[in-house]
């Protein structure tokens, strides 16, 4: 009985190792290349230590993304940094008319490599910088201008 039960499974596992299995995409990640459209290093602010590289770009399905490079650090014990893309180096919500100078991407979860899908047919253009902050002390806790 021992000897068919291996046999079985050599079996099955002959059979389906050639068998070619599906591509999963990550929707939250660039696929393919990531081109680089505008980039820019963080300034840190209030001390939360907020460093590295910012950039903004699309990916080979033509999805675009906020990327933040190894080196991102900021203050993350609070548990709030949330990411803007801001027309400004300076937080102005207007929640009255929408926002226009601010479009929320999402919070930053740990230091290193970061990726924000942006929104679909979010427009980019105007937004000239990525705003770090801290919701529950409500300060900025850095900012990138991103050219």
């Known amino acids: 009985m021992k000897k068919i039960f291996l046999y079985t499974l050599l079996i ?3 059979s389906c190792s050639n068998d070619e299995s599906p591509t999963v995409l990550d929707a939250s990640r660039p696929n393919g290349t990531f ?4 980039s820019g290093s ?11 590289t910012a950039s903004l770009g699309t990916d080979t399905q033509n999805t675009a993304f906020l ?3 190894q080196s991102f650090r900021t203050a993350l014990a609070t548990g709030t940094v949330t990411v803007f893309l ?3 180096e300076t937080f102005t919500p207007d929640p009255a008319n929408g926002n226009p100078n601010l479009l929320l991407l999402g919070p930053v979860r740990n230091p290193g ?3 924000f899908r942006i929104p679909q047919n979010s427009d980019t253009s105007p937004f000239s910088h990525v705003i770090l902050w801290c919701g529950s002390v409500g ?3 850095g900012y990138a ?3």
């Open 86 to 88: 801001s027309t400004s």
């Open 139 to 141: 300060v900025p806790f």
């Open 145 to 147: 201008r991103i050219q």
């Open 67 to 69: 990327v933040f490079d």
């Open 42 to 52: 963080f300034i840190d602010q209030n001390g939360a230590g907020s460093m590295g």
């Open 35 to 38: 081109s680089v459209t505008r």
């Open 12 to 14: 099955i596992a002959v």
């Open 113 to 115: 490599e970061n990726f």
